[in-house]
């Protein structure tokens, strides 16, 4: 590839400025001399967490052409004959005066380059321990990162926004204590369960947004799954990723989709199936939670629920899951405890709790989660699931969480607190 098309990319950036960034809860550090890999779903946040960085080294008084940032996802770039040391090359004939040690590398979607891991080491090992990079890919990435950059790297893991920088991007304030913002937030809450939270759609108009997310969702199909992986059963992978997304919050049977593949006449394996689910998993478009149980090897092998990564994407894809009010509140409540880091399982044993959170290698918290809990037969299902669970694992409290109900009471020991799940997701930041 030219050094001139390189040069141009880099000297672009550094003409243009970094836009304004709304800052996120996470704090990526900017001194840890460590590589720090960023690694979430496509458009989650993760560009703007490196343009982030470069602001606060601005702040700083380190210049922008100090830092190297790198798109390789431009579509100038010629990924199958790009020489990464081209980079470097062309980055010291612009700026022949600028100590390289002294700079900062940011590369951004860098695993579409074969042999990335090998120069990224070496950028680090040679030149700067200032090294920042990308990917949409967690078991690439984290494949290498195991292997080649091992006790060399940080790896953080960029979601879309959670209900609370939500409000922060929508400007609102955040006061339970006022009547007109618990108004204000309980309204945005409701477009929050319904639109999701990439941040780019929060700028955007209402009537584009589902055309936008189904944008985002054929991205993710065919550039990070078929191109990716060489798939050539484009469409059962389109048919199974849209199947998983819209049955999210519900078990997951690869058997049952198997078998509706087979009816329709389509020749695949069950094997392909699970690789599938690997490759849907690995790029963040949705998550499989285990069962919780003793045996470790029996969690892996149970059967898993599955949640799509983001409400709106959902929504955009499925209309379906649109219906089922019960499934996109439970699915929020997962997303809001992924992107606040809990290790969770779903229970079964003689009743169902959707939730329970392990800290320490210990059950620390049941959670149900239910749209509306004004039934009697609703509310005594959820409390019977969530009674069970905390008696199996010896806890004192557990959680309901609604649209807007709210209630506390004690059962034989236990305390049950019902709880608008936004005022639960707020607590916990």
Not at 418 to 428: D, E, G, N, Q
């Amino acid at each position: 590839m030219r050094k001139e098309i390189i040069k141009t990319l880099i000297a672009d950036f550094h003409e243009k400025g970094i836009p304004s960034v709304k800052p996120r809860l996470l704090e990526i550090p900017i001194n840890s001399k460590k590589i720090i890999a960023l690694t979430g779903v496509r458009r989650g946040g993760k560009t703007y967490q490196l343009y982030n960085v470069i602001n606060k080294l601005i702040r700083k008084n380190i210049s922008i052409k100090n830092c190297l940032y790198f798109n390789f996802e431009d579509e100038r770039i010629d990924k199958d004959a790009f020489e990464l040391n081209s980079i470097i090359e062309s980055y010291q004939e612009l700026y022949p005066e600028i100590k390289m040690d002294n700079c900062y590398f940011l590369f951004d979607e860098i695993q579409n380059i074969d042999g990335w891991e090998r120069f990224v080491r070496r950028v680090y090992e040679q030149i700067s321990e200032n090294v920042f990079i990308t990917g949409s890919n967690s078991k690439l990435l984290s494949k290498e990162i195991s292997t080649s950059l091992r006790g060399r790297s940080i790896n953080y893991e960029i979601y879309p926004l959670n209900f609370k920088e939500y409000l922060d991007f929508k400007d609102i304030e955040i006061n339970l204590n006022s009547t007109r913002s618990v108004s204000r937030i309980i309204n945005a809450f409701e477009k929050f369960l319904s639109g999701g939270g990439f941040p780019e759609l929060i700028f955007i108009d209402d009537e584009i947004k589902d055309r936008v997310l189904q944008e985002y969702f054929n991205v993710m199909i065919f550039r990070d799954l078929i191109e990716r992986y060489e798939i050539t059963q484009t469409a059962i992978l389109k048919y199974f990723c849209k199947r998983v997304i819209g049955n999210s919050a519900r078990e997951f049977s690869v058997n049952k989709i198997y078998n509706e593949i087979k009816s329709q006449n389509y020749k695949i394996s069950k094997d392909t199936i699970y690789q599938f689910q690997d490759y849907v998993e690995s790029i963040y478009l949705a998550f499989f939670i285990p069962k919780y149980l003793p045996s470790i090897v029996k969690q892996e092998f149970s059967r898993k629920k599955a949640y799509s990564i983001d409400n709106g994407l959902a929504v955009a894809v499925d209309t379906f899951f649109t219906k089922s009010k019960g499934s996109a509140l439970e699915n929020l409540v997962f997303l809001e405890l992924v992107k606040s880091g809990k290790n969770i399982f779903y229970y079964h044993g003689n009743y169902e709790c959707d939730f329970l959170l392990i800290e320490n290698e210990k059950v620390s918290e049941a959670i149900q989660v239910c749209y509306d809990i004004s039934s009697h037969d609703t509310k005594n299902r959820e409390e019977q699931g969530l009674l069970n669970a905390c008696n199996e694992f010896k806890l004192k409290k557990g959680w309901i969480l609604t649209l807007s109900d709210e209630q506390k009471y004690t059962i034989d020991g236990i305390t049950i607190e019902i709880m608008p799940a936004y005022k639960y997701f707020l607590a916990a930041h």
